[in-house]
């Protein structure tokens, strides 16, 4: 079994910071992509950024120069850092991998974290 789970979260002023984390568990031998969405109330979920397993990353328009997305491959973790943050940032971010190969062949297409609460106070 494979499961996501986000952290870092939580209430900040504007112009703050905070660094998110997702880590996959589980029996994995391989995870591609990792990205980064969000969903504020009454909106559709947007892409935020996305990784490779190379390295390779692309941004959401706006985000570009205040988020950073990065990853460690060993843990099987990706990191969302997030500086300048807006009142309009506020939203629940998710982590999302779009295919993991699991050690035993097994592949999970589409999976999603539960989701981290980001408030940015004005």
């Known amino acids: 079994q494979v499961q996501l789970v986000e952290s870092g979260g939580g209430l900040v002023q504007a112009g703050g910071s905070l660094r998110l984390s997702c880590a996959a568990s589980?029996?994995?031998?391989?995870?591609?992509?990792m990205g980064w969405y969000r969903q504020a109330p009454g909106k559709q979920r947007e892409l935020v950024a996305v990784?490779?397993?190379?390295?390779?990353?692309d941004y959401a328009d706006s985000l570009k120069g205040r988020f950073t997305i990065s990853r460690d491959n060993a843990k099987n973790t990706v990191y969302l850092q997030m500086n300048s943050l807006k009142p309009e940032d506020t939203a629940v971010y998710y982590c999302?991998?779009?295919?993991?190969?699991?050690?035993?062949?097994?592949?999970?297409?589409?999976?999603w974290g539960q989701g981290t609460l980001v408030t940015v106070s004005s």
């Open positions: 999302n991998a779009p295919e993991v190969l699991a050690r035993g062949g097994e592949r999970y297409l589409g999976v």
């Open positions: 589980g029996s994995i031998f391989s995870i591609n992509a």
């Open positions: 990784i490779t397993s190379g390295g390779s990353t």
